[in-house]
């Protein structure tokens, strides 16, 4: 075991870890961020996807040891009160069927937004084309996606 400290949502924490223990089963079982789900356990759903270091990763692939220096955002550190305009847009668009995915999908969604103010809907396909919706919501998701991005257009400038 290793004692490693982790920053995640902007708090400080202290965790012992196995060698090889993955991010996600340090978020869900030491730190009780149950947001971040584990589907697949090999990376192919993305369900269990975090920001570290401002980039979406599988957090299922990730060692927690090797996101020491980086800071983790996951769902519930994506907004203090769930009014991301990600989180906004899932709820207005009606997303979720069993929701299990949705927590991957809106942290991807976010980092697409960072880097791309108005994307195009092959901007979103690229995006998510990676992310498993057993329920098959993918219509509503790429509607989500669009109405995430006029949200955030209409917040003011920070």
Do not use: F
């Not at 040891?65 to 009160?81: D, K, N």
């Not at 979720?96 to 880097?115: E, F, R």
């Amino acid at each position: 075991m290793a004692s490693i400290s982790l920053t995640v949502n902007g708090v400080a924490h202290r965790v012992d870890v196995a060698p090889e223990e993955p991010l996600v089963w340090v978020l869900r079982e030491q730190l009780g961020l149950t947001g971040t789900k584990l589907g697949c356990g090999r990376g192919i759903c993305g369900a269990c996807t975090v920001h570290l270091g401002g980039t979406p990763v599988r957090s299922c692939q990730v060692p927690a040891t090797s996101a020491q220096a980086r800071p983790i955002v996951t769902i519930e550190g994506l907004s203090t009160h769930g009014d991301h305009p990600c989180q906004r847009a899932w709820l207005e668009e009606d997303v979720a069927q069993c929701g299990y995915c949705q927590p991957g999908m809106i942290m991807k969604t976010a980092a697409l937004l960072q880097g791309t103010a108005s994307p195009a809907l092959d901007e979103i396909e690229a995006a998510l084309a990676d992310h498993v919706c057993r329920c098959g919501t993918y219509d509503r998701i790429r509607r989500a996606a669009h109405r995430a991005a006029a949200l955030k257009a209409e917040e003011p400038a920070k």
